[in-house]
């Protein structure tokens, strides 16, 4: 499979920035369905086989892991890879080329030996400023190792509630862009589909919701949400638009547990085929609902804070937003799961319960 132009584009804006010198941190800006996960496969075996150069792959959950993995092994079938994550039950730490889960390697990273060329870090928007996180002793411990290292990030968005831009701030890891997909170009091209919108009949009335970190505060969004009528208002005129529209497969991001429970009962009286994905959904059962929507045999998929990075679905077409945030990049994130394309899917819908539109912007 040939790299798309801007893929290529991509890797090729690494190589100009270490020709000339400029190797501090960096970040390449790629869309939900721009394909990153191939982007970050051929950099690999580009690097690898020109320089034998050592790749670490870090990203915070194990679906994630598993997907960049099987993404290179898929395109290079004798990748000396290897993976190292609790959560897929792999500790191959010795791997020429080793996918780990943060969580895992926090505290192992000394083991690597020798030290990686090349750090690659999957949805690097969830690297935390603070000295302490996770993500900040592990690269830290890696450039002690290895001041040379290279370290690359890659995000469909690249900034925070907290600092803004990844790479604006004095004391910012990340020193700069070096490409930006632009998601505009995408649609144009067909690589993305296109996204449009409807007004809902009614929006969750944020006025006398506080902030916690600049973000809504969870407790007050979910007693907000459930009390009177709103949640049967928002399904009801979401669902008579989506089917008038010959809408086909929904995915509904609700602001808590309790939220999203009475919105199941909601859809069950309605007669909608769902299912709900929530943190505590077991891996077997969450593997077992996604399959199951991503196939149509499940027509609403349910979810609180999950599955707003590393979900692919491209049948989804309809996004239900009852979920208020003040975060730009959970904003993108959840409008991204529904712009894959598929055959005869023209668009993704956009039903905006939160406000979230108004709020952020198109």
Known sequence: MTLRPYQRASIDALYFRWREGLGEPTIIQAPTGSGKSYIIANLIQEVVEDYNARVLVLTHVAELIKQNFDELINLWHLAPAGLYSAGLNKKEIESQILFAGIQSLEGNETKLYPAPNLVIIDECHLISPHEQSRYQKVLKNLLLMNPKVKVVGLSATPYRLDIGWLHKSDDSFFKSIAYNIEVQELIDDGYLAPVTSKAGSITLDTSSIHHRGGEFIESELSAKAIEGDYTHIALSDAFSKAKADNRKSF????CSVDHANQICDELKEMGINHALVVGDTS????????????????????NVNVLTTGYNNPRLDTIIMMRPTESPSLYVQMIGRGMRTYPGKKNCLVLDYAGNCLRHGP
């Not at 969450?286 to 027509?299: A, D, L, M, Q």
């Open 283 to 302: 891996k077997p059962e969450r593997k077992e609902i996604v399959e199951k929507h991503k196939t149509g045999e499940i027509e609403c998929l349910v």
């Open 251 to 254: 995915m509904i991001f609700a």
